[in-house]
């Protein structure tokens, strides 16, 4: 068997499909058939079925699955444990990030990503947590940062921190910075929000479920002004005066015109997003989770990104949870 073969069926097993593994692999999709139909030549074992909606593995095929993973993981650890000869880290890292925080952690990350593992690779993608769950699964991403996710087969969270949720306001023509600061201090209630137009991602987007969910346990809904996939559009929308958004703070900050908008803290959350601030009163939160496939064995670079992910985030935050 050719390493190149495995990695190749493995691919082609998770995703799915020959077209889509043809991409993430960057090979040709008739190269591709042909070297998994070799394979399957030698080991004289059907191990996929092919159909109009993709390829599925066998009983034959699930098992060499698992033996396929466990190879190219130690493939991987093999070229760790040469680089360790070196005295340093080797191998590739992939992690998404949701755009809040890929605004506010790629750049530290990264700087101490290349003081730490100077012989190592990092990919870093921005992406929804739907759509990084299932990279996780399929092995395009080895690490992903979800907001207020929820268990899932085959992934392993591990809560990482919390952040207030905001009512984001473009800030009223002749308002003085004072009266700024003293609107961002007077929460607003979770039952007013519906009163405000809001402009939102589209579902499953995890706060978009998060407010929904919290309102419907008040038997209210919130008032949908647009629907729109990403903070930077929203907060543009927001300044034009189209409607309000429900953000973390970073995303305010970060943005490079905060002085055009005004924020209140959200108070009033239930269960999901209940968490007691300093004034005793339950804040809308949202919750940072890392997350990582349970069907592959973290390699030691994967490790050490993700304890360096952690150590990052609480110098950002200065409040670990």
Not at 87 to 113: D, H, M, Q
Not at 231 to 236: N, Q, W
């Amino acid at each position: 068997m050719d390493l190149k073969q495995i990695e190749y069926f493995v691919r082609v097993a998770e995703l799915g499909s020959f077209t889509r593994a043809s991409v993430v692999l960057d090979i040709a999709q008739p190269a591709l058939s042909r070297q998994v139909r070799l394979l399957e030549v030698e080991l004289r074992q059907n191990l996929l079925v092919r159909n109009g909606r993709g390829a599925t593995p066998t009983e034959a095929g699930k098992l060499l699955l698992e033996h396929g993973r466990g190879i190219l993981h130690q493939v991987e650890r093999a070229r760790e444990e040469l680089g360790r000869v070196r005295g340093a880290l080797a191998g590739r890292v992939a992690i998404g990030l949701p755009p809040s925080i890929a605004k506010v952690l790629t750049v530290p990350l990264t700087r101490a990503f290349r003081v730490k593992m100077p012989d190592a690779a990092l990919a870093i993608s921005e992406g929804l947590s739907v759509a990084m769950r299932e990279s996780l699964t399929t092995g395009l991403l080895d690490i992903a940062l979800l907001y207020n996710t929820t268990p899932a087969p085959g992934i392993e969270t591990t809560a990482l921190l919390e952040e207030d949720l905001f009512l984001v306001q473009r800030r009223a023509g002749g308002q003085s910075e004072a009266e700024a600061d003293a609107l961002a201090r007077t929460p607003l209630p979770l039952d007013e929000l519906p009163r405000f137009p809001l402009i939102i991602p589209t579902r499953p987007n995890s706060i978009r479920m998060l407010v929904e969910s919290e309102l419907a346990a008040r038997g209210k809904r919130p008032q949908i002004s647009l629907e729109i996939d990403g903070v930077a559009a929203i907060l543009d929308l927001v300044a034009d005066g189209a409607g309000c958004a429900v953000l973390p703070m970073n995303a305010v900050t970060t943005s490079g015109k905060a002085e055009v908008f005004s924020t209140r803290p959200i108070h009033g959350a239930g269960s999901d997003g209940e968490s007691e601030g300093e004034d005793g009163n339950t804040r809308l939160r949202s919750k940072l989770f890392m997350a990582v496939s349970s069907q592959r064995p973290a390699t030691l670079t994967q490790q050490a990104m993700a304890e360096l992910i952690r150590t990052t985030l609480q110098a950002l935050y200065r409040s670990p949870p």
